[in-house]
């Protein structure tokens, strides 16, 4: 697929202060990247880099083709951005809003009135396109956000926490309506919520003080929830240290007189020997579970060891 984002070796330095780092980010034609990191990771900073906001001290940006930094015009005009806070004018109505900012895209004449008429439809606001924007729902709001975003169809759209503070109604609604864009555009998606990430995004890069601690598919980082741990159940429970001697367990932890967990190298999996040593000496195995930590759960892993590995070094 065709790169529609790249950005390489961004640095951004705040005084003595390094805000980001030598990070690499490509998002290709019809693809969803989710972007996470804790606060103060660099998210924010990297958001407004890759939106022209913000010039890096280092690295170089190319949206569709164009060099950020020195042709800034047509690099722009290929892109789509929702800050966390949507630039909106409340004193317009949706329909004069999308207009200016179409406007503001250089479309004129009849092209003007079909890109808004289309992100009208696209974004669900034909039912309040003539209402003001100060007196809209949060949710209606942040559509006519999106819509600002995708009036001149751009290559690559950047959506910054596009549905904090909506019900989840209105969560479900966005979210739908980011499916629908990423048919079109390529969508850099920075959000907080684990959920939304599983639910749309393909990819996943996740930054941490600054740098890139994870960067892959989503089926890599789903591959990650299968952790390296078995509980078990025996009506019949031998010694512990029985367990604990079988091949390719690393340790047993005891839950009760009856279950037991098993950690192992990912790489070795001992439930097979598990359950040839259960039939042959009758521990009358009554559970077996491969247990799996929740995205939550990785993130947090990759963030402290993070964290860690800096400790470690300084």
């Not at 010694?239 to 005891?254: D, N, R, Y």
């Not at 001992?270 to 521990?283: C, D, G, H, M, N």
């Not at 009554?286 to 993070?306: A, G, K, P």
Request: proline share 5%; hydrophobic share 40%; with cysteine.
């Amino acid at each position: 697929m065709t790169i529609l984002l790249e950005a390489q070796n961004l640095s951004r330095f705040f005084g003595p202060n390094i805000a980001v780092q030598n990070i690499d980010i490509t998002v290709k034609r019809g693809e969803i990247l989710g972007f996470l990191g804790p606060n103060g990771a660099g998210k924010s900073t990297t958001m407004k880099m890759l939106s022209g906001n913000l010039a890096p001290d280092n690295g170089e940006i190319r949206i569709n083709g164009f060099d950020l930094l020195t042709q800034p015009k047509q690099a722009k005009a290929q892109l789509g951005y929702l800050p966390e806070n949507p630039p909106l004018y409340r004193e317009l109505t949706v329909g004069e809003y999308l207009k200016h900012c179409a406007r503001l895209n250089r479309l004129k004449g009849k092209a003007l009135k079909s890109a808004v008429d289309t992100v009208i439809d696209r974004c669900g606001l034909g039912e309040v396109q003539r209402r003001l924007i100060g007196q809209l729902s949060k949710g209606y709001q942040q559509r006519t956000g999106i819509a600002q975003a995708i009036v001149h169809s751009p290559a690559v759209v950047i959506l910054d926490e596009p549905t904090s503070g909506l019900d989840p109604v209105q969560i479900r609604q966005i979210r739908e309506l980011i499916r629908e864009i990423a048919n079109e555009h390529s969508v850099i998606l920075s959000t907080h919520i684990l959920p939304e990430v599983e639910m749309l995004c393909d990819r996943v890069q996740i930054i941490s003080k600054g740098q890139v601690i994870f960067a892959d598919s989503l089926a890599a980082l789903h591959q990650q929830r299968l952790s390296s741990r078995l509980r078990i159940s025996f009506a019949n429970p031998p010694p512990i240290a029985e367990i604990q001697s079988l091949e390719h367990v690393a340790s047993v932890e005891v839950l009760s007189s009856q279950q037991f967990r098993i950690l192992y190298h990912p790489e070795n999996d001992p439930t097979e020997s598990l359950l040839i040593q259960a039939v042959s000496k009758q521990w009358q195995l009554q559970e077996l579970v491969r247990e799996q930590d929740s995205l939550e759960d990785i993130f947090m892993q990759l963030i402290n060891f993070d964290t860690a590995a800096v400790e470690t070094i300084n």
